[in-house]
């Protein structure tokens, strides 16, 4: 199981309050790359180069979350990242609907020569949208979910929507949004390839450093 950590909390603490924060590249240059996966970020104009300096010059594994525009598409190939996550960034939950969005997302992916292999997107948990995830070639999905489930019947939803990906080779993430109790409880469940750790890295990395907290992260 890899674990990814979040910087998303850290760009809404940047922009909120610049004077407490150090800079992207300084503040997460200090994690030890070697005991996680990679790291991931909102594509924020704003900060888009402290984030290039990151992934041109410091050896961390960059995630980029961008919305599924051809906008985005031109900055995620001039960036370069290890992975561009294709999202809807006008949604809360950020999660792009495969199944309304199926022709504009396969003339994105036709017409940006970015790997498809390093594409993955964010998607509700719905055997549907996995399905459809592998009819336009991705090979990983980033999942959004409740838990505890609302229902027998989102449990059993949730169970096949991991059938589906195993059965179509599709690697699944998850873990973004929920706390440390919560993604052990999980976790005793569910073993995904991917898990995104956000809130609860900094709440420990503010108390104890940056290097408990990935600890603590590698313990789940």
Do not use: W
């Amino acid at each position: 199981m890899e674990i990814s950590i979040s910087g998303i909390p850290y760009q809404n603490l940047k922009k909120t309050n610049p004077e407490i924060c150090f800079s992207i590249p300084e503040y997460f240059s200090s994690i030890p790359f070697s005991k996680i996966h990679s790291l991931v970020f909102l594509y924020d104009k704003e900060q888009l180069e402290e984030i290039k300096v990151l992934n041109n010059f410091f050896s961390q594994k960059i995630s980029i979350q961008i919305g599924a525009t051809p906008e985005q598409m031109h900055e995620l190939l001039s960036l370069s990242p290890f992975e561009g996550i294709l999202s809807n960034l006008q949604r809360k939950d950020g999660c792009l609907d495969l199944l309304l969005f199926k022709e504009q997302i396969q003339e994105l992916i036709q017409n940006f020569n970015f790997p498809k292999e390093r594409l993955v997107a964010r998607v509700e948990a719905d055997p549907e949208q996995i399905k459809v995830a592998s009819k336009l070639g991705f090979s990983k999905v980033e999942l959004e979910f409740s838990y505890p489930f609302p229902s027998e019947k989102d449990y059993n939803k949730f169970d096949e929507v991991l059938k589906v990906a195993s059965k179509m080779g599709i690697s699944v993430g998850f873990g973004k949004g929920f706390d440390f109790f919560t993604l052990r409880k999980i976790l005793k469940i569910y073993k995904p390839q991917q898990v995104i750790v956000d809130l609860p890295f900094y709440k420990i990395a503010l108390k104890e450093g940056i290097d408990k907290a990935v600890d603590f992260c590698l313990s789940l």
